[in-house]
């Protein structure tokens, strides 16, 4: 491992990229923790990849200074390439070659003698559920296949850090948790996995802290719990057996939680997001709104606390939303804590 | 997995969390391996993709016995008196035309390489840098090696007869895979500094078809006006053609191979730093 104290993965202060007249990466200060996955959220576009690319000794920082495990990106190119592991659609594995000739290739290439390579490739393909297709041309697998290769090569030796960048865009919800399997059981095992994503969802099953990056800036840093009490505890979702009693509910729920209230499309359906000062209260507050409402006489049809989701949290924060087509899958619902399904 | 339960025979077998988390566990690394190991690595890779995609052998053989044919017939007539004097003279001056002409082939792979995303990997492991770019070569020796022979051996069936005999046509062929390694790395270089792989190939023309054309490759430069013998007895390819014929002939043209290996050098020390610059800074 690593001879620096800090206790940082990475480090940068003031990163910054530019192509000709676009400032890609625009002033970037991160700190990640050792032994955590850190989320890098954004949607496209934002300088999440180009600054992976700098991370990843890949592309060479027009200012600012970025340290992995102590060693500079630029002047110890070599001992941070040592370190680190690279997974992302530019940094993929050959099409022509099949899945045991890639990882018996980047064994070699990494120290390994032939038979130690051909073992440990064939132990990978194993795990992860790819001896079948080992003998096949990568060009022949599926898209949750391809991941799969490119993260086994990214693992030949278990890096300290390992660079996902946006290691599910593209891929079926089943390939996706799979994926999130993986990186849960890598870094379970020590190594940190710096992760980006444009996916809110993503970020929240998997990261312990999370950046949130847009036009080349970080916006926005902390745990998931500090990014989500910035725009508010959560909302209160209800359905009301009769429409007709909306106004009065709405009234009330005002009234009661010192709450925005949002009146849903559907006639029935009303979401009262509650003040981040609320935050530890939430339930009692909840509670009390409900005893109130049955009393006022107004039938209450289902009932539902959630955490705001990441969606609210991106869209406070840069005053648009991600742009992506994800967020029907992650905003509408606001107890997305306990959704099962993800974005297509 | 819990959310692959109700799955097909065609279904992707679970990942298995357990043997993952075993082999993780693994921290220690070998050590680094040499430059010479990298290399001969990447030399493997380029052989396997031979091995798996045949069909880009055909660069090396169908298009090298076309040229000796068609150029042989057409002119041999007109410029020797017939065709099995000519190819005496022209053999060797196809096969370095023909050879010289696939190196461009190498800037292709490396900008395919870039374009398919295998080439960050490849530029992110702790190795000796050039061994990438290296190993793309190495591999194309084995293709041009591939090209001579199969010349060589189509040339013997037309009339060929290389009075230096079997040392004479290895030595030849030898100086012309020499002259073409030192040659490539302007292919790699366009490779890594042109967007898409039709633009390395039509930069790559442009460069190839004067440089092969302009040169003693089909006729004596005697003939020519004098600005163009200027060109002409100054180019490199016309120091190899003039080894390689005297070499396959029997002969030490000592002047010309000198000038040959001092071209190869000169190309090499200039596109070689080139090409590695653009690697790291690309």
């Given at each position: 491992m690593s001879t620096h104290t800090s206790g940082l993965a990475i480090e940068t202060a003031g990163l910054v990229k530019t192509f000709g007249e676009t400032r890609a990466v625009d002033g970037v200060d991160l700190a990640v923790p050792a032994g955590t996955v850190y989320g890098v959220l954004g949607p496209n576009g934002a300088g999440k990849t180009t600054t992976v690319k700098m991370l990843a000794t890949l592309l060479r920082p027009d200012g600012?200074?970025?340290?992995?495990?102590?060693?500079?990106v630029v002047r110890e190119a070599d001992e941070v390439r040592s370190r680190v592991s690279l997974t992302g659609q530019y940094a993929s594995v050959d099409e022509d070659l099949t899945g045991t000739e890639n990882?018996?290739?980047?064994?070699?290439?990494?120290?390994?003698?032939?038979?130690?390579?051909?073992?440990?490739?064939?132990?990978?393909?194993?795990?992860?559920?790819?001896?079948?297709?080992?003998?096949?041309?990568?060009?022949?697998y599926s898209g949750g296949m391809r991941r799969r290769i490119d993260i086994a090569a990214s693992i030949l030796n278990t890096p300290d850090l390992l660079f996902l960048d946006e290691p599910t865009t593209g891929l079926d919800p089943r390939s996706?948790?799979?994926?999130?399997?993986?990186?849960?059981?890598?870094?379970?095992?020590?190594?940190?996995?710096?992760l980006t994503t444009q996916y809110l969802d993503e970020a929240d099953q998997l990261a312990s802290r999370i950046a949130v990056i847009d036009k080349g800036r970080v916006i926005a840093e902390g745990t998931k719990g500090e990014l989500k009490a910035s725009v508010g505890a959560g909302s209160v979702h209800l359905r009301l057996r009769n429409a007709d009693q909306r106004p009065e509910a709405e009234r009330l729920l005002r009234d009661l939680l010192t709450a925005e209230v949002q009146l849903e499309p559907d006639p029935v359906a009303l979401t009262a997001r509650l003040a981040a000062a609320a935050?530890?209260?939430?339930?009692?507050?909840?509670?009390?709104?409900?005893?109130e409402l049955a009393r006022a006489g107004i039938?209450?049809?289902?009932?539902?606390?959630g955490q705001p989701s990441l969606d609210e949290v991106f869209l406070a924060l840069t005053g648009h939303d991600t742009g992506q087509a994800t967020g029907d899958a992650t905003g509408t619902g606001p107890d997305t804590d306990t959704k099962d399904e993800v974005a297509a | 997995m819990s959310t692959a339960t109700s799955t097909?025979?065609?279904?992707?077998?679970?990942?298995?969390?357990?043997?993952?988390?075993?082999?993780?566990?693994?921290?220690?690394?070998?050590?680094?391996?040499?430059?010479?190991?990298?290399?001969?690595?990447?030399?493997?890779?380029?052989?396997?993709?031979?091995?798996?995609?045949?069909?880009?052998?055909?660069?090396?053989?169908?298009?090298?016995?076309?040229?000796?044919?068609?150029?042989?017939?057409l002119f041999g007539g007109a410029l020797a008196g017939s065709p099995s004097d000519y190819i005496q003279f022209v053999l060797p001056g196809i096969l370095v035309m023909s050879v010289v002409m696939i190196t461009m082939y190498t800037g292709v792979s490396v900008n395919?390489?870039?374009?398919?995303?295998?080439?960050?990997?490849?530029?992110s492991l702790p190795i000796w840098r050039p061994s990438a770019m290296i190993g793309y070569l190495l591999g194309d020796a084995l293709r041009y090696t591939i090209a001579s022979v199969v010349m060589l051996v189509v040339g013997l069936v037309l009339g060929y007869r290389p009075d230096g005999g079997f040392g004479g046509a290895v030595a030849g062929i030898a100086l012309l895979l020499l002259f073409s390694f030192a040659f490539s790395w302007i292919w790699t270089m366009f490779g890594l500094m042109l967007r898409t792989e039709k633009s390395v190939m039509s930069v790559s023309m442009m460069v190839i078809f004067p440089l092969t054309f302009l040169s003693n490759v089909f006729v004596d430069p005697k003939t020519m006006p004098g600005w163009l013998q200027a060109f002409v007895n100054n180019s490199p390819i016309t120091h190899l053609a003039s080894s390689v014929r005297g070499?396959?002939?029997?002969?030490?043209?000592?002047?010309?191979?000198?000038?040959?290996?001092?071209?190869?050098?000169?190309?090499?020390?200039?596109?070689?730093?080139?090409?590695?610059?653009?690697?790291?800074?690309?």
């Open positions: 600012g200074q970025a340290h992995v495990f102590g060693h500079d990882l018996v290739l980047l064994g070699r290439l990494l120290g390994h003698g032939k038979t130690a390579a051909r073992q440990r490739g064939e132990q990978l393909l194993e795990a992860f559920g790819l001896t079948d297709a080992a003998a096949k041309q990568v060009k022949h996706r948790n799979q994926v999130w399997d993986i990186v849960r059981a890598v870094v379970a095992q020590g190594t940190t996995v710096l935050s530890d209260t939430a339930a009692d507050h909840a509670a009390k709104a409900l005893g039938t209450v049809d289902s009932f539902s606390l | 097909g025979s065609k279904e992707l077998s679970a990942v298995s969390t357990e043997s993952l988390a075993a082999l993780l566990v693994a921290k220690e690394r070998p050590a680094r391996p040499s430059a010479l190991s990298t290399s001969l690595t990447f030399g493997w890779r380029a052989i396997l993709k031979i091995k798996h995609v045949p069909e880009q052998l055909f660069d090396v053989t169908a298009f090298p016995i076309m040229n000796l044919l068609m150029f042989t017939y395919i390489d870039i374009e398919k995303g295998v080439f960050d990997r490849f530029r070499l396959m002939a029997g002969e030490w043209p000592g002047g010309e191979i000198a000038w040959t290996l001092g071209w190869a050098g000169a190309l090499l020390l200039v596109f070689g730093p080139v090409t590695m610059r653009l690697y790291n800074r690309k």
